[in-house]
């Protein structure tokens, strides 16, 4: 954000992060194939179909580029591990595209998502509901209108299974086919009432369950805190997961893998440990426990450690395989003969 200096590194060997909460492999790339090969196979111990990225566009825009490498790169490692993915579309960055860029929001919509169209969804692993493409909107925030969006998917062929945030889909009209829920200032009874209430009146509607909320944005200079939502160890989670699971909803999205920034995330950090995963594990039912987790971090940690030794790489990228087949025994006689 502001303020903060990762360059800087504390007594307990935390860098200054923008983040109340730490990254239990500690800060990293999130183009870094390692990373993503972490991720990935935490994901699918976890019993997760897929990930949805939140996405800037193409155009060249302040850090947009940087943001649409490093999703290309997280979907790039998604076959190996067998999981999906879509695409969340963040369309208020149509502003800096106009004001910065000098691309009017239609036009660069239009460019957006034909890129979404020829490169995401040709995959037979992008996410689909109802036999069309999933698109996520945060929003829509810029362009609000059905007609506006008609447009948009008119340079496209394909309609997809256009979802907005929560509560933002009537504007949209036709062009919308549901909405995702999202966390609100309002905590668990707001995502109780929008699936009691809300869900039921549209075509669609995808559960949402979080760990808590803790925004960095006042300690980090950039402006208020939105509000808070203490974590309560998995107990926020906990109960999200119980509204989901009893919506009726065929689809959940977990708020959010990643986003630090906001404290909602759920990978691995040295406040929670893997008992945001612990949990989702039992939520999906999976065969999985912390042990299989731990093998994974085991791997990851090894694989950074020994990153110049190409003998035991490739004996590592073969436990990176025994693990995507689920071959725990195969995978954990390898970790064992490396120190």
């Known amino acids: 954000m502001a303020n903060r200096r990762p360059d800087i590194v504390s007594a307990d060997g935390r860098r200054d992060i923008a983040s109340y909460f730490y990254p239990l492999i500690g800060p990293y790339a999130s183009s870094d194939s390692d990373v993503l090969d972490y991720h990935l196979l935490l994901m699918k111990y976890a019993g997760i179909d897929g990930m949805i990225a939140d996405w800037y566009g193409v155009q060249n825009v302040y850090d947009y580029p940087l943001i649409k490498r490093n999703t290309d790169s997280l979907f790039n490692r998604t076959a190996p591990a067998g999981l ?186 040295r406040e929670f440990g893997f008992s945001f995963l612990e949990a989702i594990q039992q939520y999906a039912g999976v065969a999985y426990t912390r042990s299989e987790l731990e093998l994974v971090l085991r791997w990851y940690t090894l694989r950074k450690k020994y990153k110049a030794d190409a003998v035991l790489q490739r004996k590592l990228t073969q436990a990176y395989y025994d693990l995507v087949d689920l071959d725990i025994v195969g995978a954990r006689s390898i970790l064992d003969a490396i120190p």
């Open 84 to 269: 999906g993915f879509a695409i969340c579309y963040e369309d208020h960055t149509l502003i800096a595209d106009r004001d910065v860029g000098g691309i009017q929001p239609l036009t660069a919509a239009q460019q957006d998502i034909a890129y979404v169209k020829s490169t995401y969804m040709s995959s037979s692993r992008y996410l689909r509901v109802g036999g069309k493409p999933l698109l996520l909107c945060f929003g829509p925030q810029v362009l609000q209108t059905g007609s506006d969006w008609v447009k948009v998917f008119g340079t496209v062929g394909e309609q997809p299974s256009f979802h907005t945030l929560w509560y933002a889909s009537d504007p949209i009209g036709v062009a919308a086919a549901g909405e995702f829920a999202w966390v609100g200032k309002e905590g668990v009874s707001g995502s109780g009432d929008f699936l009691k209430t809300r869900a039921g009146t549209l075509a669609h509607a995808i559960a949402g369950a979080y760990p808590g909320f803790k925004d960095f944005y006042a300690a980090g200079g950039w402006g208020n805190t939105l509000f808070v939502i203490d974590h309560n160890g998995t107990s926020i989670l906990q109960a999200t997961l119980d509204l989901a699971r009893n919506s009726g909803s065929s689809d959940l999205q977990l708020i959010t893998w990643n986003d630090f920034g906001e404290g909602t995330m759920i990978e691995p950090t």
